[in-house]
């Protein structure tokens, strides 16, 4: 009837079995014996070590543990591990490596778009998702014409489409200038 | 969170009869239940993933309408350019709702399904007759500025927060279900979500086990379409009032209008006294406070949300004046 079950029913109010799952993690097979519980958030940082995501406020409010699923940015934190058997999961650690940044970590040390640094895996994971959705012709609520083709990705507009990431030290005018640098890059 | 055991359904038959078992419940984008889990206040023993059905569908139906499968995401669902130009109400009340991270992982039915925001429904501490039924509502004399204004009870006052629902009221959707017996059926919409009455833990029609699988919207309205959002912050809040409207005029009679409101009850609300007081009237704003005045002819406030009910008048004329405005 179903492709998997796991952990045991009649045990569910007591104790759940570990249920396994293989996470493709920045293009690595990790094969994981995990609580079904276990968010997605949890099993990178507590299991694979890929502390680099960040738990923020664990439901999805903040956007501090954005991370790329089949190129699509979502929080990790509302989602279960066990769910993302088959799919590409991307970290910030996948992105890029301190000798070999990333273009847009590139621009968020080039413009300083962090303070703490705690919400900027979080901020350039969902980033980087946000310009593919863009560069799809995706509208976002600053759109004044959702049927028009494409949009010109403003101040704004980008102010808007990073609303689900939260700064507490408020570097969102930096943020906004290393996005930018991106997104013009792109189109040069 | 409380332990569960999870399984991943293969198709809708095989999810509808996992979900039979007691204390089972779907699963989708998890956005919503999820959190709740976390907080305890959902509790189930067993979790059926659906998410993986092929229900992601967003197709034209031969009569001029679209059907969305319940899988597509918000996300898809607000980008697809066929739903952009044909109801482009719908796009924008899904747009101007929560994230974009959230709305690439919540489902259309899972929106259809999500529970409110009412603080004391959150808060386990507090007395709440939709969490616990009979312990009583602690939002009735508390603070109450997000809460409903209409069709509300002595027993709960908490809003239904969706964009989406608003939008699909307005353009008359129908939701598609399946159940356990594998019979399907579709209800209008607007019979979807309940009122409160003395059940406020029961929301909708869904009968035990049974599955969204779609939602269907008729071929578009005349008219042009508009969704407008008032909240505490510019983006990434929930309504405390919104209104969606399809209206048509010619030459400055106002010749057909919907109107439906969000964040002012516990279902996404139809106002059908405002599409009498604006049809056949003319656009103008005399016509629209009439329309408004209507619509919130029963509106009630507990206090805090007083102010609501002006906020949802001045906010539908607004969103009158420039929907009605002729090419």
């Known amino acids: 009837m179903s492709l998997s079950t796991v952990g045991d029913t009649k045990n569910a109010e007591n104790a759940t079995e570990n249920a396994k799952v293989a996470l493709t993690v920045n293009g690595r097979v990790r094969q994981l014996e995990l609580d079904p519980r276990t968010s997605l958030l949890d099993a990178l940082r507590e299991h694979l070590h890929l502390t680099g995501t960040k738990k923020g406020c664990d439901h999805g409010q903040c956007g501090a543990c954005t991370v790329l699923i089949n190129g699509r940015r979502i929080n990790s934190c509302l989602t279960l591990a066990v769910m993302h058997a088959d799919d590409e999961i991307v970290t910030i650690e996948g992105l890029g490596s301190p000798d070999a940044l990333h273009p847009m970590q590139a621009a968020f040390v080039l413009r300083d778009g962090f303070q703490c640094g705690y919400c900027t895996p979080g901020q350039i994971c969902s980033a980087i998702g946000m310009l593919a959705e863009a560069k799809a012709g995706w509208p976002s609520h600053a759109t004044a014409d959702v049927a028009a083709q494409t949009t010109a990705l403003t101040d704004a507009e980008i102010r808007e489409r990073m609303s689900g990431n939260i700064c507490r030290c408020a570097a969102y005018p930096n943020i906004i200038a290393a996005i930018r640098d991106v997104a013009e890059g792109d189109r040069g | 969170m409380r332990p569960f055991t999870y399984e991943r359904a293969i198709d809708p038959e095989a999810a509808v009869a996992a979900v039979s078992k007691a204390g089972a419940k779907f699963i989708s984008g998890g956005t919503n239940l999820l959190d709740l889990m976390k907080l305890e206040i959902e509790r189930p023993i067993h979790l059926v993933d659906i998410s993986r059905l092929p229900l992601k569908d967003i197709k034209e139906e031969p009569d001029g309408g679209m059907r969305i499968g319940a899988q597509a995401t918000n996300s898809d669902v607000a980008a697809d350019i066929r739903v952009r130009t044909r109801y482009p109400v719908l796009s924008q009340a899904l747009l101007a709702g929560a994230s974009g991270q959230l709305r690439n992982k919540a489902s259309v039915g899972g929106n259809l399904l ?107 309205p005349e008219g042009r379409q508009f969704y407008r959002k008032v909240r505490d912050r510019a983006s990434y809040a929930f309504a405390l009032v919104s209104v969606a409207v399809v209206v048509a005029t010619e030459r400055g009679t106002i010749t057909s209008a919907r109107v439906a409101f969000g964040g002012v009850a516990h279902k996404p609300w139809r106002a059908k006294e405002a599409e009498a007081a604006l049809t056949g009237g003319t656009a103008t704003m005399a016509t629209y406070w009439a329309a408004a005045e209507a619509a919130m002819a029963g509106a009630t406030g507990r206090g805090h949300n007083d102010f609501k009910i002006e906020l949802a008048k001045r906010t539908l004329c607004r969103t009158l004046a420039h929907a009605a405005q002729e090419n």
């Open chain 2, 114 to 220: 999500q529970r409110t925001r009412c603080p004391y429904f959150y808060d386990t501490a507090a007395s709440c007759n939709k969490r616990d039924p009979s312990s009583g509502c602690a939002a009735i004399g508390g603070i109450n500025r997000g809460h409903a204004i209409l069709g509300a009870s002595d027993a709960c006052i908490a809003t239904h927060p969706s964009d989406m629902a608003v939008a699909m009221v307005v353009l008359d959707a129908e939701i598609e279900l399946l159940d356990a017996d594998r019979a399907t059926r579709r209800i209008a919409i607007g019979d979807f979500h309940r009122l409160p009455g003395t059940t406020p833990h029961i929301e909708t029609a869904l009968k035990t086990g049974e599955m969204i699988t779609g939602v269907v919207l008729p071929a578009p």
